[in-house]
């Protein structure tokens, strides 16, 4: 992270305003509803009392626009039928305000002051049975609940699936927890608006905070509220143990209620300079102003010189994989706008530049801030080659351009045409080495088996074809320029033109085949008048043409000279028969006998340009359904069929390489379901 610059005005934030961006919130319900003791169950001999921790009601939040400095409102739901009640009905804690410790100066555990017997969703409100400990502290709070003194419930939970799809009717964004987990209850206090636990109140107080997830050597630190304004956000880090503060006089109230107000500030501040919020309580120890805090936070992290972990937002894997679905839809739209449709969730990001979806990405799926880098910086940070302070690894941005590429790549192969695949049957490589192709000794012919004989098997011996899967590939890189400069074309044109390319490859492999007239195993070409399926001169397709290609192929027979009894579903030929070959196969009404036309619809018509040579005649074919017989195999790498794709870091250039790469082959296997006619 850079170093921050002393002159820099810092952000006046109101304590105030609430940020919800941590994995880890609590919800704490300051009046008797909607969380709330049920006093008419407390049970004086078992210590024991039932309580409504959560009624899922809309509450509004706010978050930090870390760019604008911006407080920016929504709304949140618990959605009580994705309440996972695991770890509650497991004895999860009871404990003092969120903390394992009663007060700052407070013994470990002495917070705990009693256990979650069970708990339960019921009627549209989660209901617990709590038991009170057995201890002086336990027994203080227990009297101060059986009494009415105290009624106040907060729930500490972890949300791992957010629904973002609706909007209120001033657009406000909803966001509803469709699966948490909550794992601790805790009580909290009194607020100083006495009316507040009274559950009959139309407009209870809500209290919200939210805390980065406490390590084994943390301890809790809670915000003190001045009048009835609701505590501010608080981010629970390691602050150092301080004891309690009673004030003596009322000037020493006045200045603690000042420094309180001010805390949410400054560790906002801490935060914008790469420091944690215990870096801030240290400074405020030393400090009696606002002001002479924040030029000691900004002279530390001037001083700073090795990168720093700051307090990070662990986003679950559903709510990332839904930001990381909507942006990558963003840049495809953005690419081409007509081929992708822009989705409710990406039209958050609509707008913004490569640089800036990059750094919105980062923030909302790794919790550290990217302001203050320059492009250049930004764009190596998005592109992994270098680390931003706060990062705890490498950005996955380049990871999400990879798959918007490969996507692209992918999508444009696929849609490409490829008519050979009518005439030929696939079948998959388990490795590079040649492979023989299996081929029955003749039409499978059932034999009667006489009572108590055997059966006897068909033959299936290997051809004499042999052939093997080669490997094409080429590279796409995107570079630091493409982020900086906002190139859409590495995500559109180029991955559309490559794609179409490895399609292309395989086309002209295949109809290269028939084109090249290839040597068989038997040392004769595939079409030979010896094999009865190349015509004796060149012509158009016409009545007579096709009956001669008829007559050859009902000559064709099996190695056991019986009958293949095959027909011809296609007809492969360039552009320049493809009037004569519709005309053929197209029905009229004949005024006699002799005007019928024999071939309607006989044959699907294949009309390829491969099959016009260069220079010389071009010739055209008939070939059978190659589940009939077969005529040309094609074949992948097993596992790997179509186009593959795998990126890296650059080496040889400044960010992600994309590598686009085809293993794939193609061989005529038997002739008598072909035929040529050499054309005109």
């Given at each position: 992270?850079?170093?921050?610059?002393?002159?820099?005005?810092?952000?006046?934030?109101?304590?105030?305003?609430?940020?919800?961006?941590?994995?880890?919130?609590?919800?704490?319900?300051?009046?008797?509803?909607?969380?709330?003791?049920?006093?008419?169950?407390?049970?004086?001999?078992?210590?024991?009392?039932?309580?409504?921790?959560?009624?899922?009601?809309?509450?509004?939040?706010?978050?930090?626009?870390?760019?604008?400095?911006?407080?920016?409102?929504?709304?949140?739901?618990?959605?009580?039928?994705?309440?996972?009640?695991?770890?509650?009905?497991?004895?999860?804690?009871?404990?003092?305000?969120?903390?394992?410790?009663?007060?700052?100066?407070?013994?470990?555990?002495?917070?705990?002051?009693?256990?979650?017997?069970?708990?339960?969703?019921?009627?549209?409100?989660?209901?617990?049975?709590?038991?009170?400990?057995?201890?002086?502290?336990?027994?203080?709070?227990?009297?101060?609940?059986?009494?009415?003194?105290?009624?106040?419930?907060?729930?500490?939970?972890?949300?791992?699936?957010?629904?973002?799809?609706?909007?209120?009717?001033?657009?406000?964004?909803?966001?509803?927890?469709?699966?948490?987990?909550?794992?601790?209850?805790?009580?909290?206090?009194?607020?100083?608006?006495?009316?507040?636990?009274?559950?009959?109140?139309?407009?209870?107080?809500?209290?919200?905070?939210?805390?980065?997830?406490?390590?084994?050597?943390?301890?809790?630190?809670?915000?003190?509220?001045?009048?009835?304004?609701?505590?501010?956000?608080?981010?629970?880090?390691?602050?150092?143990?301080?004891?309690?503060?009673?004030?003596?006089?009322?000037?020493?109230?006045?200045?603690?209620?000042?420094?309180?107000?001010?805390?949410?500030?400054?560790?906002?501040?801490?935060?914008?300079?790469?420091?944690?919020?215990?870096?801030?309580?240290?400074?405020?120890?030393?400090?009696?102003?606002?002001?002479?805090?924040?030029?000691?936070?900004?002279?530390?992290?001037?001083?700073?010189?090795?990168?720093?972990?700051?307090?990070?937002?662990?986003?679950?894997?559903?709510?990332?994989?839904?930001?990381?679905?909507?942006?990558?839809?963003?840049?495809?739209?953005?690419?081409?706008?007509?081929?992708?449709?822009?989705?409710?969730?990406?039209?958050?990001?609509?707008?913004?530049?490569?640089?800036?979806?990059?750094?919105?990405?980062?923030?909302?799926?790794?919790?550290?801030?990217?302001?203050?880098?320059?492009k250049r910086e930004l764009a190596n940070v998005l592109l992994g080659l270098e680390r931003?302070?706060?990062?705890?690894?490498?950005?996955?941005?380049?990871?999400?351009?990879?798959?918007?590429?490969?996507?692209?790549?992918?999508?444009?192969?696929?849609?490409?045409?490829?008519?050979?695949?009518?005439?030929?049957?696939?079948?998959?490589?388990?490795?590079?080495?040649?492979?023989?192709?299996?081929?029955?000794?003749?039409?499978?012919?059932?034999?009667?088996?006489?009572?108590?004989?055997?059966?006897?098997?068909?033959?299936?011996?290997?051809?004499?074809?042999?052939?093997?899967?080669?490997?094409?590939?080429?590279?796409?890189?995107?570079?630091?320029?493409?982020?900086?400069?906002?190139?859409?074309?590495?995500?559109?044109?180029?991955?559309?033109?490559?794609?179409?390319?490895?399609?292309?490859?395989?086309?002209?492999?295949?109809?290269?085949?028939?084109?090249?007239?290839?040597?068989?195993?038997?040392?004769?070409?595939?079409?030979?008048?010896?094999?009865?399926?190349?015509?004796?001169?060149?012509?158009?397709?016409?009545?007579?043409?096709?009956?001669?290609?008829?007559?050859?192929?009902?000559?064709?027979?099996?190695?056991?000279?019986?009958?293949?009894?095959?027909?011809?579903?296609?007809?492969?030929?360039?552009?320049?028969?493809?009037?004569?070959?519709?005309?053929?196969?197209?029905?009229?009404?004949?005024?006699?006998?002799?005007?019928?036309?024999?071939?309607?619809?006989?044959?699907?018509?294949?009309?390829?340009?491969?099959?016009?040579?260069?220079?010389?005649?071009?010739?055209?074919?008939?070939?059978?359904?190659?589940?009939?017989?077969?005529?040309?195999?094609?074949?992948?790498?097993?596992?790997?069929?179509?186009?593959?794709?795998?990126?890296?870091?650059?080496?040889?250039?400044?960010?992600?390489?994309?590598?686009?790469?085809?293993?794939?082959?193609?061989?005529?296997?038997?002739?008598?379901?072909?035929?040529?006619?050499?054309?005109?």
């Amino acid at each position: 992270m850079p170093t921050p610059n002393p002159k820099t005005p810092t952000p006046d934030v109101p304590p105030a305003h609430v940020l919800a961006r941590a994995a880890l919130i609590t919800r704490d319900f300051v009046s008797g509803d909607p969380a709330y003791f049920n006093p008419t169950t407390l049970n004086p001999e078992t210590r024991t009392v039932d309580l409504v921790w959560s009624t899922g009601a809309r509450v509004t939040r706010h978050e930090m626009d870390w760019e604008t400095w911006a407080v920016r409102k929504f709304h949140e739901e618990l959605d009580l039928r994705g309440a996972r009640l695991d770890r509650l009905n497991n004895g999860a804690p009871l404990l003092i305000e969120h903390s394992t410790r009663d007060g700052w100066d407070g013994r470990p555990l002495d917070g705990v002051i009693g256990v979650v017997e069970r708990a339960s969703v019921t009627g549209g409100e989660g209901i617990a049975t709590v038991r009170f400990a057995e201890g002086e502290r336990a027994a203080e709070i227990f009297g101060r609940v059986q009494r009415g003194e105290l009624r106040s419930i907060s729930v500490g939970y972890q949300v791992r699936k957010w629904d973002k799809t609706q909007r209120d009717e001033d657009g406000t964004q909803i966001r509803r927890a469709v699966d948490w987990e909550p794992y601790e209850l805790s009580i909290v206090a009194i607020p100083a608006d006495a009316g507040a636990q009274i559950r009959s109140m139309a407009d209870a107080a809500t209290i919200f905070r939210n805390r980065a997830q406490p390590t084994t050597s943390e301890v809790p630190m809670t915000t003190p509220t001045t009048g009835n304004e609701p505590a501010p956000t608080e981010t629970r880090t390691a602050p150092p143990q301080a004891p309690a503060v009673t004030p003596p006089t009322p000037a020493a109230a006045e200045e603690h209620a000042w420094r309180a107000g001010d805390i949410a500030k400054l560790q906002l501040r801490a935060e914008a300079f790469g420091l944690t919020a215990a870096d801030a309580i240290t400074v405020m120890g030393a400090h009696r102003t606002l002001e002479a805090a924040t030029d000691a936070l900004q002279d530390q992290a001037a001083k700073r010189t090795a990168p720093r972990q700051t307090p990070h937002i662990q986003i679950t894997t559903d709510e990332g994989d839904t930001v990381r679905a909507a942006v990558e839809n963003s840049i495809l739209h953005r690419a081409n706008p007509q081929a992708v449709a822009l989705t409710d969730a990406a039209r958050e990001f609509r707008g913004m530049t490569l640089l800036e979806l990059g750094r919105t990405y980062v923030e909302d799926t790794q919790g550290v801030r990217l302001r203050n880098l320059s492009k250049r910086e930004l764009a190596n940070v998005l592109l992994g080659l270098e680390r931003s302070a706060g990062m705890i690894s490498t950005s996955d941005f380049k990871n999400l351009l990879a798959n918007v590429v490969s996507k692209r790549l992918r999508d444009t192969y696929a849609g490409a045409p490829r008519l050979w695949r009518q005439i030929a049957r696939q079948s998959n490589a388990p490795d590079f080495k040649e492979k023989a192709v299996l081929q029955l000794a003749g039409m499978p012919e059932l034999k009667k088996v006489r009572e108590g004989a055997e059966y006897t098997y068909a033959g299936l011996s290997e051809s004499a074809e042999k052939y093997s899967i080669a490997t094409y590939g080429r590279i796409i890189a995107i570079t630091r320029q493409t982020l900086i400069n906002d190139d859409l074309g590495a995500f559109d044109r180029l991955p559309s033109l490559f794609g179409r390319a490895a399609a292309e490859l395989e086309n002209d492999l295949v109809w290269g085949i028939l084109l090249a007239n290839p040597v068989m195993g038997d040392g004769v070409t595939l079409f030979h008048a010896s094999r009865g399926n190349l015509a004796g001169a060149g012509a158009v397709p016409s009545e007579a043409t096709f009956e001669a290609a008829d007559i050859a192929l009902g000559d064709q027979k099996d190695a056991a000279g019986k009958p293949l009894n095959l027909s011809y579903k296609y007809f492969l030929g360039a552009q320049k028969y493809a009037v004569a070959v519709k005309k053929l196969l197209t029905s009229v009404a004949a005024a006699k006998t002799g005007d019928v036309n024999v071939y309607q619809n006989a044959v699907t018509p294949i009309i390829e340009n491969r099959l016009k040579p260069a220079t010389g005649t071009a010739p055209w074919f008939m070939a059978v359904d190659p589940g009939q017989w077969d005529t040309i195999e094609y074949a992948y790498l097993e596992g790997e069929e179509g186009l593959y794709t795998e990126e890296r870091v650059g080496f040889e250039v400044d960010g992600m390489e994309i590598k686009g790469r085809l293993d794939f082959g193609a061989k005529a296997i038997d002739g008598r379901g072909l035929y040529m006619n050499p054309g005109i």
